[in-house]
């Protein structure tokens, strides 16, 4: 049966409607970063650039690195929009657009995502890279998809009671990255733990300006909660969205993790710049691997 035109929407170009990508235009392997302006200071140093396009936020160039072809593209902030990228990155390699029909050989494709996040651990430093192990969906935006195969009721059901998870918020759920993309990137320098994903940056992470948060000592809960020797190392807004996605959808995903602050002992990153560089160096040499 084919997709209908006002759920597979398409540009009069004939390319998918928010990315304005056609399928020729992208690489099976993928880095996403969130800021548009960081696609650049990763193709320059590509060996050649074949195609950019940008839309909104969504900013995408595919070129050649070490001889292997890659993609970037800028997702923005928040699970929201991820939802966008992956959905329509997976259409332009599973659906056929022509016949708006799914293809019945399904293509697997690699997504990096390279971001900046705090750290909620005090052994874990500014300046320092962390591969996400797993992420908790604390935004609930995966609800919306049918998530039973690739959730973990018993380490959820175990935050939810370490912090009284208020029933009238979505419930927390638990994904694992793609072990083999994350043997691809790891090494001795590499910190490992749970990345939590929040749905907004104030009072989703805890943060109070003039609004008081729902639970005051969220933030010391989340900290604190172990589960067989497996902690919460950070805090971002994307991973849990990215992880939950690929792996209903079939993809490779990891997100590597420049830690620009420490708010366990609220330090932060004297270049923080400098941190994300040499992660994107360290990435990209891996990938080209």
């Given amino acids: 049966m084919s997709i209908q035109q006002s759920e597979l929407i398409l540009n009069p170009d004939g390319s998918i409607y928010h990315l304005n990508l ?3 235009n992208i690489a099976n392997d993928i880095i996403f970063v969130g800021d548009q302006d ?5 193709t320059d140093r590509f060996d050649s650039v074949e195609f950019t396009t940008q839309k909104r936020e969504f900013k995408t160039s595919t070129g050649i690195y070490k001889g292997k072809r890659l993609s970037v593209i800028s997702t923005g902030i928040g699970p929201d929009n991820i939802d966008i990228v992956l959905n329509e990155l997976d259409a332009l390699v599973n659906i056929d657009l022509k016949t708006r029909q799914s293809k019945k ?7 990096v995502r390279i971001g900046t996040s705090g750290s ?15 992420a908790l969906d604390l935004n609930g935006m995966l609800h919306s998809y049918q998530i039973e195969e690739i959730s973990n009721e018993e380490i959820e059901n175990a935050f939810v009671k370490h912090t009284n998870w208020s029933t009238k918020k979505s419930n927390p759920i638990l994904i694992e990255n793609s072990s083999e993309l994350a043997q691809k990137l790891d090494s001795e320098k590499i910190f490992k733990g749970i990345t939590a994903t929040a749905g907004g940056f104030y009072g989703p992470q805890g943060r109070v300006l003039r609004l008081p948060l729902q639970d005051a000592d969220i933030n010391n809960k989340i ?4 589960f067989n020797g497996n902690r919460i190392t950070n805090l971002e ?15 490779n995903a990891v997100s590597m993790n420049a830690i620009i602050a420490n708010r366990a002992n609220g330090t ?8 994300v560089e040499d992660l994107i160096e360290y990435s990209l040499n891996k990938l080209a691997e």
């Fill in 22 to 24: 056609k399928p020729e």
């Fill in 38 to 42: 960081r696609v650049d200071k990763i």
């Fill in 105 to 111: 050989e399904l293509t697997a494709l690699n997504i």
């Fill in 120 to 134: 909620l651990q005090k052994d874990i430093p500014v300046d320092s890279f962390l591969m996400s192990s797993h």
């Fill in 223 to 226: 900290d604190s909660f172990n």
């Fill in 237 to 251: 807004m994307e991973t849990s969205a990215i992880y939950g996605l690929s792996k209903l959808l079939g993809h």
């Fill in 268 to 275: 932060f990153s004297e270049d923080y710049q400098k941190v």
